[in-house]
């Protein structure tokens, strides 16, 4: 009697352990599920926006997302959007093996994400208005605390030590940029206050200056 006792509360609590490890299964398939829509439903934000023509200097545009440490899905208020490269900046990739580098480029990527994205900005498109990839090029200036639309985006990336100086081309405004870069240097701001990654900085800085002497 004990041993037939025994064996039923086997059964009951091996038939609760395969309903509560379908449970956790469920829940995991769920989120799993959630997640590949969401990054599925990115993916197509960033494939299907591309409408550079719609945007002009003086709009007032919302911040869609955050595709890199430079690049966002910027809006109108009539619903289309376009894929928009902040001008004369460069950061580190967020994707990157090297821990490292993959640090300081997902930091540059939340910061941008927290301070930018689901705000309005002031829309200033630069001369040549698309680069080579077809997105739309310029600066963007966030609402400071004045309530006016003067806080350069790219300005407050490279003097917390976020991102770099793109100084493969000129652009207007440059030697402010730079100007930054010194002294977000200087104070070791960001990146700045690591040897290795300011090393590797240095190097890209470099680089771009001897492409730009070499010319096109």
């Known amino acids: 009697m004990e041993n037939r006792n025994t064996r039923s509360l086997t059964q009951v609590c091996q038939a609760l352990w395969r309903q509560y490890d379908m449970s956790i299964l469920a829940c995991v398939l769920l989120t799993m599920s959630g997640y590949f829509y969401w990054g599925s439903r990115q993916r197509q934000a960033i494939t299907e926006t591309i409408r550079p023509e719609l945007f002009n200097s003086g709009d007032l545009v919302d911040v869609v997302m955050a595709v890199d440490g430079d690049e966002v899905i910027i809006g109108n208020g009539a619903g289309e959007t376009t894929k928009f490269r902040i001008l004369g900046i460069k950061s580190f990739n967020p994707t990157l ?7 300081y480029g997902k930091i540059c990527f939340d910061y941008l994400k927290r301070v930018a994205v689901g705000k309005q900005a002031r829309l200033v498109v630069s001369d040549k208005r698309v680069d080579n990839e077809g997105r739309l090029l ?13 806080l350069n985006l790219a300005t407050d990336l490279i003097s917390k030590g976020y991102t770099l100086v793109y100084t493969r081309f000129d652009f207007p405004g440059m030697d402010a940029y730079l100007g930054a870069q010194r002294k977000a240097r200087e104070t070791g701001e ?22 730009k002497n070499r010319g096109p």
């Open 97 to 103: 093996r090297d821990p490292l580098i993959l640090e």
């Open 138 to 150: 310029g600066t963007l200036f966030l609402e400071g605390t004045d309530g006016k639309y003067d």
């Open 190 to 211: 960001g990146f700045w206050m690591n040897d290795r990654i300011a090393a590797r900085a240095d190097s890209l800085l470099l680089l771009w200056n001897q492409e």
